[in-house]
């Protein structure tokens, strides 16, 4: 026999790939996030970039009478309200988005170029977004709950109990618990542990672990600092006195609820630009409508002895 390679018989899988077309998925960004603290809120538009939050000043001198009384013995009464109510500002998201000419010319089949890049920049922008209502410093929810709604749980670990004492605080018309996934394993283990697992239901076609029929929405905005956690109920919605979201209606190249984008031109090096802007703000309508847990433990759960660490 010859030492000599025999040839092929058949076409090789290299060679034939280079007449295949390979199915191309769009860029995928794993800080994506299903934002669900910005679905459950209620949005209202400010026409001026301004919202001001009327109150009563004291609605406890507000004097009715349900006794039998002659007319003239009616009590007078009326309604006071704050002389200088909070006005919240709107504020803006934005950046600009460079993309090459040459670039979207040459390289856009089969996923458009500045589509692409336009979609992840305005997922980064909405993430942080939803970071800012919670955490901003000025209108964020952890900033706006008054100090009577917060308190710290009874074991560091989120009980049931810790969870009841926070309805209390948010009773009338509660809508959702807001806290970290880990918290939520966290109040899972606890609730497996005393024999009462949570019950589930299907809001936006995903599942949410419940506790007395409040969904307990899952967001990682939470921040997680040495093993802690906070862990927020609210009430939403104008006419329940609740939590509102504020946007910026009737923008330029609006694409969703406060967000706009609008392209700026292409300079002499051939690069187009394109401005993303996103105008919003929130506001707590009452201090009975936000309360927080606070210093949740979320550590690594030990079945024995009974401790988080």
């Not at 807001?178 to 899972?188: D, E, K, N, S």
Request: charged share 20%; net charge negative; aromatic share 8%.
């Amino acid at each position: 026999m010859s030492d000599e390679t025999l040839a092929p018989t058949a076409v090789g899988d290299v060679a034939a790939r280079q007449l295949a077309n390979a199915t191309k998925t769009v860029p995928m960004m794993s800080t994506i996030t299903p934002r669900w603290l910005v679905r459950c809120l209620q949005w209202l538009p400010v026409e001026a970039g301004i919202f001001r939050l009327n109150k009563v000043r004291d609605a406890s001198h507000v004097t009715v009478d349900c006794s039998a009384q002659d007319e003239r013995d009616l009590p007078q009464t009326f309604v006071d309200y704050e002389e200088k109510p909070r006005e919240y500002m709107l504020t803006a998201v934005t950046t600009v988005v460079d993309v090459h000419t040459r670039i979207s010319d040459l390289y856009s089949v089969p996923h458009d170029q500045i589509a692409q890049q336009l979609r992840l920049t305005i997922e980064a922008i909405k993430e942080r977004q939803e970071n800012e209502l919670v955490n901003n410093r000025s209108y964020g929810l952890l900033s706006n709950a008054a100090p009577e709604q917060r308190i710290s749980t009874r074991t560091g670990a989120p009980t049931p109990d810790d969870l009841d004492e926070l309805i209390t605080k948010v009773w009338k018309e509660p809508g959702f618990f807001l806290a970290h996934p880990r918290a939520i394993a966290a109040f899972g283990r606890e609730c497996t542990r005393r024999g009462v697992p949570p019950a589930t239901i299907t809001m936006f076609g995903s599942p949410f672990l419940t506790w007395r029929g409040i969904p307990v929405v899952p967001c990682d905005k939470l921040a997680v600092e040495d093993g802690r956690t906070n862990i927020l109920l609210l009430r939403t919605g104008e006419v329940r006195q609740g939590v509102v979201g504020l946007y910026q209606p009737n923008l330029a190249g609006e694409q969703s609820i406060g967000l706009s984008v609008r392209f700026m031109g292409i300079n002499r090096k051939a690069i187009a630009s394109y401005l993303v802007s996103l105008y919003c703000s929130l506001a707590v309508l009452t201090d009975d409508a936000l309360a927080v847990l606070e210093n949740v433990e979320v550590g690594k759960y030990h079945a024995y002895p009974d401790t988080y660490a």
